[in-house]
């Protein structure tokens, strides 16, 4: 077990552990890290505790200051820079007939970098660009071609559900999420009820993926022809949270179950 403090880069949705060099940090306090070369500012998200050592890439990043009246007026400076360079980018790619739609762009604490991101439907050779950029600020430039989920979690919005994103609050990464996810959960197969903002499949599909998957082990599958005490019938209906189904008996109509009736495939 190794002591540990996590912090968040506000602006990429990044987690760092750090080392606790710095032992009196408290959540909410902002630190600058040098990471390749580039100092950042982060805020810490969780004081110090114990980790397992399989849990993190060591050896740990280390605090170099805590933030200071110089620091907060760079970050506010980098602020204003960010956004000229961002109407800067787009008016010199429209210049050179690129096909890009820039989301953002971002200055290092120390201007050591400077990062955009940009939609584009199609590969873009951004080297005349890139040339322009670097000539204009004077600093390093990358170009970042990112996608749709990218850009909502960099804009962030309001979800479906009423609440800010997930992807824009504490999400940290993109985890897989299948259609499949969506009729383990016996949802109707509508892409305005399914996906999310950024037209992908919502993310919070896999939240309760497993735990549908756990509470219908026990059930008969739907469509399957079941044996039952009234007879053979279609299961067409399954209510894990009330453990029952229902089953088309033709006949006597659609009859529902308690889970435990020792009902038997036909």
Known sequence: MIDVVVAIDDNSKSIYYLSTDIVDLKIDDLVVLEIEGNEILVRIIKEK??????????????????????????KDNNLKLSKKALNDAKKLSKELNLDMNFIDAYFFLDNSQLIFSFL??????????VKKLAQKYKTRIELRQIGVRDKAKKIGGIGPCGLFLCCNTFLTDFNSVSINMAKN????????????????????????????????????????VIKTSQG???????????????????????ITFSLGDNDEEA
């Open 49 to 74: 505790y114990l980790e397992k050592e399989e849990n993190l890439v060591l050896p740990l990043l280390k605090v170099l200051r805590k933030v200071t009246k110089a620091d907060i007026i760079k």
């Open 185 to 224: 959960q016996m949802l109707a197969l509508n892409p305005s009820k399914i996906n999310g903002i950024c037209g992908r499949l919502l993310c919070c599909l896999g939240y309760e993926n497993e735990t549908y998957t756990e509470l219908k082990k026990d059930f008969p599958k739907l469509g399957n």
């Open 232 to 254: 053979l019938g279609k299961v067409v209906n399954i209510d894990v949270f009330n453990k029952k189904y229902s089953v088309d008996l033709k006949e006597k109509g659609i």
């Open 120 to 129: 584009s439907d199609t590969r873009v050779d951004f080297r005349d660009l």
